[in-house]
């Protein structure tokens, strides 16, 4: 029996569903998953998305997000869990995580946000701003409603990370999808390979659905006026290649 087969039987095992060697099966690890990975990019949005607002709009300090960023992606997430973890103690594992998980969560999310209410045009800005309308009020009514489709955006991919990346929870004995690899790499042979690979299957499923559920949402909480229809994609290729037409003979 190949890798693959192996995988679909301890996939769709009934006994995998309701429990493992570690107790507790698959769906309850789906939703600790999803809990480190919803708790991680809130506290990460709560931080990243009204700096970034306050960083667009004045257009001073973008330098801090360039910074950020780089320094943020630059960490090791697996390294600082376990510094944290040292440091904090196996009691205070899932905030250890949760910290780890933050610093991977706030580069895509700034660099979102910054990027959308930084390049809502200026004439409209500054029409908002001849019409009466307070800062406060061109934030909120102007830039934010334009900047929503790339802060979307940044928030689609600060989760895809996140949770691809949630699994490093299993390394401080923590619940997860991440578990099953972890055990399985430990409980070694045919099952414990299998049980490794099928956990990697349902992170990557777990990430395509999410990915499918956030770009739904996005689709609708974008308004209409500031999607790019398909037809103004496929003029716009024309004119960036446009063909050429032979030219009419005069009889």
């Known amino acids: 029996m190949n890798i693959f087969n192996q995988v679909w039987v301890w996939l769709t095992d009934p006994d995998n569903w309701h429990k493992?060697?570690?107790?507790?099966?698959?769906?309850?690890h789906?939703?600790?998953?999803?809990e480190y990975t919803g708790l991680?990019?809130?506290?990460?949005?709560?931080?990243?998305?009204?700096?970034?607002?306050?960083?667009?709009?004045?257009?001073?300090?973008?330098?801090?997000?360039?910074g950020i960023a780089n320094s943020f992606r630059a960490l090791p997430e697996l390294g600082l869990l376990v510094l944290l973890a040292i440091i904090m103690g196996v009691a205070l594992a899932v905030q250890a995580v949760t910290i780890a998980l933050v610093a991977?969560?706030?580069?895509?999310?700034l660099a979102g946000t910054y990027a959308g209410v930084r390049n809502v045009d200026r004439?409209?800005?500054?029409?908002?701003?001849?019409?009466?309308?307070?800062?406060?009020?061109?934030?909120?009514?102007?830039?934010?409603?334009?900047?929503?489709?790339?802060?979307?955006?940044?928030l689609r991919a600060a989760t895809l990370q996140v949770i691809a990346t949630a699994s490093i929870a299993a390394f401080v004995s923590l619940d997860g999808l991440g578990r099953?690899?972890?055990?399985?790499?430990?409980f070694g042979g045919t099952d414990g390979y299998a049980m490794m690979a099928g956990g990697?299957?349902?992170?990557?499923?777990?990430?395509?659905?999410?990915?499918?559920?956030?770009?739904g949402v996005q689709r609708l909480a974008v308004s209409p006026g500031l999607r790019t229809?398909?037809?103004?994609?496929?003029?716009?290729?024309?004119?960036?290649?446009?063909?050429?037409?032979?030219?009419?003979?005069?009889?």
């Open 40 to 66: 991680a990019v809130l506290i990460g949005a709560l931080i990243a998305v009204p700096l970034g607002v306050v960083i667009g709009h004045t257009g001073r300090g973008s330098f801090l997000v360039v």
């Open 200 to 215: 990697a299957v349902l992170i990557a499923a777990l990430a395509i659905a999410v990915e499918l559920v956030l770009a």
């Open 20 to 28: 493992s060697i570690n107790g507790p099966g698959i769906p309850f």
């Open 123 to 154: 004439d409209v800005v500054d029409a908002a701003r001849g019409m009466g309308m307070r800062e406060r009020e061109i934030v909120f009514k102007v830039e934010l409603p334009i900047a929503l489709p790339l802060m979307l955006g940044g």
């Open 104 to 109: 991977l969560a706030i580069p895509p999310l």
């Open 229 to 251: 229809p398909r037809i103004g994609r496929r003029v716009a290729r024309v004119r960036m290649n446009p063909v050429e037409e032979p030219e009419e003979t005069i009889v």
């Open 180 to 186: 099953f690899v972890i055990d399985g790499r430990a």
């Open 30 to 34: 789906i939703l600790k998953h999803l």
